[in-house]
């Protein structure tokens, strides 16, 4: 039995957007990870068994090469590469589903179009603070491990079930699984794993899913994380924490593509004795800093305290406008004074 968290009148509206829609777009942020293409592509497969013909994915930047094997993701349009179709794609949607970031900001430069879009727009999110004022309808719930999980629990509570297929399960699963480090943290509630069950019934192999995303890596990639774990790993002892930095160089070094940073701020928390792990990357135009915990440490708390971030007690994210030299100042000021 899976309780009815989301209110019956936001799943009646989203029910009565689906009956009625003829073009949807789903949107997901920037630097889409598993859960943003996992909710994404799922709920792009249940429309399509619906009977939806027109139904696009639009991201705004590339994703990482080991999602490459989820089934839809050849038709997902990226904004950075299709502008003027991306776009175009937009204003012509009566529908469209923002998935998996609570603010246009997540979007970057695909924000203002999704905001000036005219169609009808729908947040499906699972992120802390949501705004609220460019969707008509907002389904927004911070207890649920990941944005899939909500689409699952959607496409049960319109009593449709049925037209979950295989390629659904499949997405759905990947971003449950992706967002919750393959359940090792916001993971520990029964439905959870109810779900998975049902999605095994669906015919999914989830351990070909694990291996596909977690075991199946570029030799650049495997060599990054080499690298980063012995030269740039950095332990406070004290503080049972670790500090993960690159910048532009060291990527470019080992031919980063995007998406082959994505996990390593995970990998010091199989240390004895670190229970907080922060990754600290150079992009083009920011820091983009990770968080992750174990246990209490709320890394949300200290996300948006210092990197203007947020996001879940052990899984954060956040950026810094700055050098990297900065960026690691402002960590370790932080650590010596934040008081959880």
């Known amino acids: 039995m899976i309780t009815k968290i989301i209110r ?34 799922g709920l792009y497969h249940f429309l399509n068994e619906y009977g939806k ?20 993701i050849k038709e997902v349009v990226i904004h950075d590469k299709y502008p003027e179709f991306a776009e175009q794609l937009l204003a012509e949607a009566d529908v469209i589903f923002c998935l ?13 179009a999704v905001v000036a879009a005219p169609g009808r727009k729908v947040m499906i999110d699972h992120h802390l603070n949501p705004a609220t004022d460019f969707c008509r309808v907002v389904i927004s719930y911070p207890e649920f491990s990941s944005t899939s999980e909500m689409i699952f629990r959607l496409i049960c509570r319109i009593g449709m079930f049925d037209l ?57 990639r495997l060599r990054l994380m080499g690298y980063l774990l012995y030269e740039k790993m950095k332990v406070y002892p004290e503080q049972q924490t670790a500090l993960l930095t690159l910048d532009r160089k060291e990527l470019a070094r ?32 920011y820091i983009k800093v990770s968080l992750r915990s174990v246990g209490d440490f709320p890394c949300n708390e200290f996300a948006a305290r210092y990197f203007h971030g947020g996001g879940h007690k ?15 100042q402002v960590f370790e000021k932080g650590l010596k004074e934040f008081k959880a």
């Open 314 to 328: 052990n899984a954060s994210g956040g950026e810094f406008l700055g050098s990297l030299e900065d960026a690691i």
């Open 254 to 285: 080992f031919n980063y593509r995007p998406g082959d940073t994505e996990g390593f701020v995970n990998l010091p928390l199989g240390m004895n004795g670190v229970s907080f792990s922060v990754f600290l990357r150079e992009d083009e135009e």
């Open 8 to 41: 019956e009148e936001l799943i009646q509206r989203a029910k009565k957007y689906v009956e009625k829609g003829e073009k949807f777009v789903i949107v997901a942020h920037v630097s889409p990870d598993g859960d943003a293409l996992g909710s994404s592509l």
């Open 53 to 72: 013909d027109e139904v696009n994915v639009v991201v705004p930047n590339e994703f990482p090469e080991f999602y490459k094997w989820m089934p839809g």
């Open 100 to 112: 998996d970031f609570n603010e246009p900001k997540r979007l970057e430069k695909l924000g203002p």
């Open 164 to 220: 979950m297929n295989k390629k659904a399960a499949e997405c759905i699963y990947t971003g449950m699984m992706t967002d919750t480090g393959s359940f090792t943290y916001n993971s520990n509630k029964p439905e959870t794993y109810i779900i998975i069950s049902e999605l095994i019934k669906k015919g999914i192999d989830k351990d070909e899913i694990y291996r596909k995303v977690n075991q199946v890596s570029s030799e650049g």
